[in-house]
């Protein structure tokens, strides 16, 4: 029987990388959705995005050793079937988060985006540990993940107070929270594909070569009902969401072994909605909240990933 406890990661830490992750998701947002209106097609700039992570992915798997023998067993699994096609389209959760954020965050902020996603993320983060999806097996819905779970819910909505309803589409906050339910599906997906080919590196290269897959098939469809975008903008910083996106996806596929999908959400939503109230500080949109709520919502997170990650006993 293999010894689980072998390489297990400190609760702190695995969450620590968790809110890391969400940091960098809420600044990747940030990135895609200025792209978005600058090339004023959203479909292109996540294109643009998941390609160039796919490049530097691409490159890092080739130079190193765990990254070409995770592409071998990557190869074997497929071809023995034991990797189901299932763990090989975790990409298109992935594209169509990116896509989201060309579409909306230039518009509704990264706060308002991130109320979506956390929202998303929660409720499928519980309901797929209950299921088992994640690489660590059945987790159990005890009342501190309940209530961290809750927690998240009310942070998720406090933004919402207002007439904010009445300032933008309901649309645009309806396509986050889907992104959120995929954003968990996919950190399932992921953990186990990378228990099958040994390396989060590798899982990470089959997210970005599906999700550019898909993006480009969007990008050139709707290139031809809505026109060619604009000229690329000369800005370097409009291009760095590939690697943020690379970087966190690596993340969340190694950490999601030690932390479940739901805590792992968690964690990711603390540090995304700590950044998207900073980032909405530094370019503000029509409508993101105002500072004292923001630091109202960053408190209630805080405390729900405290409540989910505490190791409380009967």
Do not use: C, K
């Not at 500080?281 to 923001?294: I, N």
Request: charged residues 10%; positive net charge; proline residues 5%.
């Amino acid at each position: 029987m293999a010894d689980h406890t072998r390489g297990r990661v400190p609760s702190w830490l695995a969450l620590t990388g968790a809110a890391l992750v969400g940091i960098m998701t809420a600044t990747q947002a940030r990135v895609n959705g200025a792209l978005g209106v600058t090339l004023d097609d959203a479909f292109v700039a996540a294109f643009i995005s998941f390609a160039s992570g796919l490049v530097l992915v691409a490159v890092v798997s080739t130079v190193l050793p765990v990254g070409r023998r995770g592409a071998r067993m990557l190869v074997d699994g497929v071809r023995g079937r034991r990797i189901p096609w299932w763990m090989l389209v975790g990409g298109a959760a992935g594209a169509l988060t990116v896509a989201t954020q060309g579409l909306v965050v230039g518009l509704i902020g990264v706060s308002l985006f991130t109320v979506g996603l956390v929202a998303g993320q929660t409720v499928a983060g519980l309901v797929l540990d209950r299921l088992g999806f994640g690489p660590g097996g059945a987790v159990a819905v005890t009342m501190p993940r309940v209530l961290g779970g809750l927690l998240a819910l009310v942070a998720a909505a406090l933004p919402l107070t207002g007439d904010v309803l009445g300032e933008i589409p309901l649309w645009m906050l309806v396509l986050p929270l889907l992104a959120g339910m995929g954003v968990a599906w996919q950190q399932g997906t992921n953990g186990r594909l990378r228990q099958r080919v040994g390396t989060p590196l590798t899982a990470t290269l089959v997210n970005f070569i599906g999700g550019t897959t898909v993006l480009g098939v969007a990008a050139l469809v709707h290139g031809v009902f809505a026109g060619p975008p604009r000229p690329l903008p000369a800005d370097v910083w409009l291009y760095l969401g590939g690697a943020l996106g690379a970087t966190y996806i690596f993340l969340s596929a190694a950490l999601v072994a030690h932390t479940g999908v739901l805590l792992l959400g968690l964690g990711t939503i603390a540090g995304q909605l700590l950044a998207s109230i900073v980032l909405d500080v530094l370019w503000p949109a029509s409508a993101s909240p105002p500072l004292g709520l923001a630091l109202v919502i960053i408190a209630v997170a805080l405390a729900a990933v405290a409540v989910a990650g505490a190791p409380w006993r009967r």
